[in-house]
Every structure is written in structure tokens, then in C-alpha cells.
């Protein structure tokens, strides 16, 4: 049997943490599910530890303050591997990820296991978003055409948080040495995986854009995704490791 683990990295999302909870472990028999929270002052950690008291797959990782999204999904990546699971979900808490698509994912990681990284994709045939600004998509479409220009990996939404990791491939990746925060861990991810010889399946997903909360995006976030693909796409033209 797989053991699965879905893991959800929060920080103020009192108005979300129960309903995807709930959702999550509706349609997943069996499987585990770790919330990684940044000290969120809302009481999202609070929600946790109190369905944590009827339901022994939830489990929670409290961090002292906010942190980043990278260095949660590293610690959690390390605590999946030290559990012996076998498969690691990423997700996020908002409502933009639907457990749905989730399921489809499943069935194709599931359908071959010889896939490594399955990825819900806005950007391939099927995929789409909700609620998005035509600005906000336009800049998603075209930040990904640059990442698969200049890494050559082939993949469509390389900032894709919606993922399903095989434990293989994560033993084959060097965590320690995966150092960026905000969406550009998932490129680094994806490049990271790419030149381990993962196989990499896109999966078309519906992203919705969230209704509670304030979205964690930001011009930083979106600049330190640029200049990491330059680095990185410079060096592979020039064959530095």
C-alpha cells in the first residue's frame, strides 16, 4: 500500500484550514496530511491541534514565525522521508487547489509508477484559472515560457504549487542545497528534479483564485524568481554545474 502524505504550509488561514481539511480527508482513504504553520497569530494552528484530537493522520509542525514557503517544504520533504512515506503532496491551504484534481493526479502517478513529479498545470491543454485578472494570468503565462526557455526543461508551469513527489526522487535531490523562498522553489524544484532524471507529468488543473485571506505574492517574490532562471539559465548555457 502507498503512504501518502499531503502537506499544507499555512500562515493566517483561520478562514480556509478547516474547509480543505475536511475535503482532504473525505476523499483521501488512508492518507496523512502535515500542516506546516508560521506562527500564524490567527489561530490557524489553533484549528489544527484541536481536529488533531479526533483525526491521528493530521499532524502539525508549529515554527516560531513566518519563514518562508521553500524552507517549510524542505523541513517537510525531510520529515516525509524520515516517516517512510512513499509519495508527497504539495497543496495549498487557500482553496485555490481542488481536491478534485488532486484525485486525477493521483490516478496518474498511480496509473505509472515510473512518473516522479506529477504537476497540476494552469498552462497546458485543459488547465486553466478563475478569478484571475487578465494581467495577473499574462504574467504567469509568460514568467513560465521564460522558465522553460531558459532551463530547456520542457515543463509548462514550473511555479506550479500543486504537486505529487515520488520519495525517489526526493532522496535524489539535495534539499540541503535548495535555498529559494516564494514561488521560486518551485522552479528550483523543477530543475532540481529535471537533473536528477525525474519523469515529469503535467496534469490539467483549475486554479481558483482564493476568497478568505490576502494572497502571499508579492513583487519580491516575483523579482527573486526572475533573477534565480537568469542565473540558473546562464549557467546551463555555459555548462556550469
Excluded at 491521528?56 to 514565525?65: A, Q, T
Excluded at 542545497?177 to 483549475?206: C, D, L, W
Aim: overall charge positive; hydrophobic content about 40%; glycine content about 8%.
Amino acid at each position: 500500500m502507498i503512504r501518502r502524505l499531503a502537506v499544507i504550509p499555512t500562515y493566517n488561514e483561520e478562514g480556509n484550514i478547516d474547509l480543505i481539511l475536511s475535503q482532504l480527508f473525505t476523499a483521501l482513504s488512508g492518507d496523512e496530511v502535515l500542516v506546516i504553520d508560521d506562527g500564524s497569530p490567527d489561530g490557524t494552528a489553533s484549528i489544527c491541534k484541536e481536529l488533531m484530537l479526533t483525526n491521528p493522520r493530521l499532524h502539525l509542525i508549529e515554527r516560531k514565525k513566518k519563514s518562508g514557503l521553500g524552507s517549510a517544504y524542505r523541513m517537510a520533504f525531510l520529515w516525509a522521508l524520515d516517516q517512510g512515506f512513499d509519495e508527497v503532496i504539495e497543496m495549498d491551504a487557500d482553496g485555490s487547489h481542488q481536491v478534485s484534481d488532486l484525485l486525477r493526479m493521483m490516478d496518474v502517478k498511480t496509473m505509472d509508477p515510473e512518473i516522479d513529479l506529477v504537476i497540476g498545470s494552469r498552462w497546458i491543454k485543459g488547465g486553466k484559472t478563475i478569478n484571475w485578472s487578465r494581467s495577473r494570468e499574462r504574467l504567469s503565462r509568460i514568467a513560465n515560457r521564460y522558465v522553460r526557455i531558459m532551463l530547456g526543461m520542457g515543463v509548462h508551469d514550473s511555479t506550479a504549487g500543486f504537486r505529487i513527489y515520488s520519495s525517489r526522487i526526493l532522496r535524489k535531490i539535495d534539499l540541503g542545497h535548495i535555498r529559494s523562498e516564494g514561488y521560486s522553489f518551485q522552479i528550483e524544484m523543477t530543475r532540481a528534479a529535471h537533473k536528477a532524471g525525474a519523469v515529469i507529468r503535467e496534469v490539467p488543473i483549475t486554479f481558483k483564485e482564493r476568497v478568505n485571506g490576502v494572497s502571499k505574492m508579492s513583487k519580491k517574490i516575483v523579482i527573486e524568481a526572475m533573477f534565480l532562471v537568469t542565473a540558473w539559465g546562464l549557467k546551463r548555457v555555459l555548462r556550469v554545474k
